[in-house]
């Protein structure tokens, strides 16, 4: 019975999600902004449901706007995020569409950071004989659509080659979930931070004002002793 009311909400999301669309801003600190578009079936909106993952902790809603397009509600959303798990958390995960997946940042040796985000369609089970009936029953397949744009220089990504561009640090990813059926997807970006020539240049000026200013006492204190000793031999 379970497996049956599972798939009836697979059948659900899946019927009425047409596509999703996101694009991702990361900071170097982890935290970031992020803007989505869901196209989704159903005779009415649902901005309770915005409101709702708007009041998450780490979370700052920017605006969002739904509009209708025959049997279709569209919903473009923008928010900020103040970590990763802030933003993961905003994941519900109620349904076997998990478009939003989980996101990983991790800090590597050698100033490198691993960027790692898992999203799924399915319970996971290839030989699930009611999931593999409904996929082939299906004659829409919604497609889920990535762009990333990154603080650190991109080492390498597992995304095609020409949705990749270093220039301007960002990773685009297309899933059609056609071929997800009973799958994990997993988009990946390894990264290197820029080497530190702010701090180098800082500690520099330091380093040349600390010896400016060590050679000013010097002086002036030779200067002191010298009039310490002119005045003892006027008064001599």
Not at 104 to 110: A, D, F, I, Q
Not at 118 to 137: A, P, T, V, Y
Not at 166 to 188: C, H, Q
Request: charged share 25%.
């Amino acid at each position: 019975m379970k497996r049956i009311i599972l798939l009836m909400l697979t059948l659900f999301v899946l019927a009425g999600c047409v596509n999703y669309d996101e694009e991702l801003w990361l900071n170097r600190d982890g935290s970031g902004r992020a803007k989505l578009r869901l196209v989704h079936r159903s005779p009415y909106e649902n901005p309770e449901e915005i409101v709702r993952k708007a009041a998450l902790p780490g979370i700052s809603l920017h605006g969002y706007d739904i509009q209708r397009s025959g049997a279709d509600a569209i919903y473009t959303i923008e928010f900020k995020f103040k970590n990763m798990e802030a933003f993961n958390n905003v994941n519900d995960q109620l349904s076997a569409a998990d478009f939003w997946g989980k996101i990983t940042l991790n800090k590597e040796p050698g100033r490198r950071i691993t960027f790692k985000r898992r999203i799924s369609l399915g319970s996971q089970e290839s030989d699930d004989d009611f999931e593999n009936i409904f996929s082939k029953m299906q004659t829409e397949h919604p497609v889920w659509n990535y762009r990333l744009h990154v603080p650190w220089k991109i080492i390498s990504s597992n995304a095609s080659p020409n949705n990749v561009d270093v220039k301007n640090r960002t990773i685009s990813w297309s899933f059609d979930t056609a071929n997800m059926w009973n799958k994990t997807e997993l988009m990946t970006v390894e990264m290197k931070k820029d080497f530190p020539w702010i701090l180098i240049v800082v500690g520099v000026i330091v380093l040349v004002l600390a010896g400016f200013l060590v050679h000013w006492l010097f002086r002036f204190a030779r200067k002191s002793h010298l009039i310490d000793r002119l005045t003892h031999h006027t008064e001599d």
